[in-house]
């Protein structure tokens, strides 16, 4: 019976992570529910974090992610932008997202009321790779 079970497993569907890595045509890490893809481009030195809701966005001053896990953090700012259903933020340095993304459970990101809640779970191999993606300046 324990054969049986075990083979029973074997059918059921399983994804191999939960964030992906790409290094063309930019470094590009993202969730394979594609709601949180971070990128960063070296023909003009810039992160950026995507955030996409079915829903959309309100409009909000403050943007918000807060990392939950093992490098605990807030990042907070108000240079996003909201273009339909994503939500950007670009900037120079990510060292801050990344650590968050690396090594915790989970981020939820904040606008205002409204709140996405983002799986990290395997994220960590996924940034190791962007992080040695083959581009000056990563951090």
């Known amino acids: 019976m324990r054969h049986v079970f075990a083979c029973l497993l074997c059918l059921l569907p399983v994804s191999a992570f939960a964030w992906t890595f790409s290094p063309l045509p930019v470094c590009t890490i ?26 959309g966005w309100p409009p909000a001053p403050v943007f918000a992610i807060r990392f939950e896990g093992l490098a605990a953090r807030t990042i907070s700012t108000d240079r996003h932008v909201v273009e339909g259903a994503t939500l950007t933020v670009t900037d120079r340095g990510f060292g801050n997202v990344l ?9 939820t990101a904040v606008l205002g009321e409204d709140l996405l809640r983002i799986d990290l779970t395997d994220a960590g191999p996924a940034v190791r790779a962007f992080r040695a993606c083959p581009a000056d300046g990563l951090v």
Do not use: C
């Open 30 to 55: 993202e969730s394979t529910d594609g709601a949180a893809r971070v990128t960063f481009d070296p023909a003009t030195g810039l992160y950026a974090i995507a955030l996409t809701r079915p829903e």
């Open 99 to 107: 650590t968050g993304l690396e090594f915790n459970a989970t981020a």
